[in-house]
């Protein structure tokens, strides 16, 4: 069981930068895919990032198109916690934003007998996830 907790949202102007953070506990978050997506009122529920909280250079971390260069995910192990620095912020961004917590996949590698960690920008595969946090951008 994991339980997910969001801060660091709020209201911005355009061009300007947000952080927000996601404290997990529960005994499931290490070596666990870790997502956050968002959701405009009106649209569907899409991905903006994901990380794998294994060590370091093992699994993935993926964006979304609308986000490469602007949003950076990360995660600190020692306090169970997952970031995303939103920087360069449009008013498109505007949004409820959820953390979410899924087991990782393991696929073929890139070598032959090889396999290879990954998390899927789909939120299908995420079970865990927190109440959400709002972020506004003002144009």
């Known amino acids: 069981q994991v339980q997910l907790v969001e801060s660091g949202g709020g209201s911005v102007q355009a061009g300007g930068s947000l952080r927000l953070s996601c404290a997990a506990s529960g005994s499931s978050y290490r070596r666990s895919c870790m997502g956050w997506f968002r959701q405009a009122p009106g649209k569907e529920r899409e991905a903006v990032a994901v990380i794998y909280t294994g060590s370091a250079g093992e699994g993935t971390i993926d964006y979304d198109d609308s986000v490469k260069g602007r949003f950076t995910v990360s995660h600190d192990n020692a306090k169970n916690t997952v970031f995303l620095q939103m920087n360069s912020l449009k008013p498109e961004d505007t949004a409820m934003y959820y953390c979410?917590?899924?087991?990782?996949?393991?696929?073929?590698?890139?070598?032959?007998?090889?396999?290879?960690?990954?998390?899927?920008?789909?939120?299908?595969?995420?079970?865990?996830w927190g109440q959400g946090i709002q972020v506004t951008v003002s144009s």
């Open positions: 979410a917590a899924g087991p990782v996949q393991v696929a073929p590698g890139m070598v032959a007998g090889t396999t290879s960690l990954v998390c899927r920008m789909v939120d299908s595969e995420y079970n865990y």
